[in-house]
């Protein structure tokens, strides 16, 4: 009789033993949890992404992924109203092995016979819309990076053999010599004179995704450039790249205007000149307001621009609006206005021409 508690002890004892460890375990296992979810926060993107295997499996798509040129993908996006990011060519070509569908669920991505062309970018996100505004919705994104590789195109290929590269001091600036297989050697070389350019890891970069990153350009930067591949094979040379430097204040246009003359007769031919110096990179828009605009007086616009040196290596971009009044007339007699816009705001200056 004595024995029966001491039996009905014994397995007390273990099973307590062995519920207050779980109950100590639990505790920290809901920050651990916490933790994974904000660790886990930047793989949200990813999970919206999937690459469709065969036979009909999934897979999250990762950051990078690395496939040979030639093969087709097909990526879904999770959704009902999802747009699409991929490399602006495919856009510029309309290119029919790209194909993207709008399912009630998700989007569908399929691009067929990959090439060495296709390399970049590939993204994903949900709009979020009100009436016909539409904004992006950023935490239900997704991306991938995709290298198509090909032993013959080591470099992405381009359809020029010369880009310029404009050198700002305020901001990094890009050679984009990106290859199409990660694991490719790169080097970059000046052309005069010839010398390899020391890569040291601080002030120039590489990065396969974009290229080479000049971090603080400089005057010295400035030339003619090109890179250098190897990757099991004979090395492979990319197009050049033309580097300049560029130096002019930011902010809105620096605009002036001119007349061909104030004082016009009946009949003449009258020009009027609005001019803006900047950034070569820098688009900018003309507008125009003149006497006779309410009137649909027919007036001729040109717009054109193109690059100048200013000495010690910075180049200016010079961008011009003329407007021309071939047969003036008295309904031609007033103020000529020439609002000029850029990313950083407009200037609006003006002339007056009278009889």
Known sequence: VIGQPAKSKRPKEPGENKIKPVNKKLKPKTPKMKERESADSSLKSQSMLTQVMDKGHFQKVAATLSLTAGQSIELRCKGSNVTWNYPSYLDTFKDSRLSIKQLDRYSQLILANSTAADTGEYSCWLQ???GNKCRKDETKTGSTYIFFTDKE???IPTPSYFEIVYLNPDKP????CRVTTPSAKVTLHREFPAEEIEIDGTDIIYDAKKGFVVQH???DHKGIVYCKAESQGAPQISIKYHLLYVEVPKGPPSTTIAV???RARLSDRVHVICTVLGEP???VNFRWQYPGQESERPVIIQN??????RGIGHTTRISKSVLLVEDFEDTDVGNYVCIAQNLQGETTV???VEL
């Open 304 to 309: 054109f621009w193109r690059l100048i040196n």
């Open 281 to 283: 990179d820098v688009d």
């Open 217 to 219: 350009p400089t005057p």
């Open 153 to 155: 195109e080591l470099f």
């Open 173 to 176: 600036a890009v050679i984009p």
């Open 350 to 352: 003006a002339t007056k």
């Open 260 to 262: 061909s003359s104030n």
């Open 128 to 130: 979020l819309c009100n």
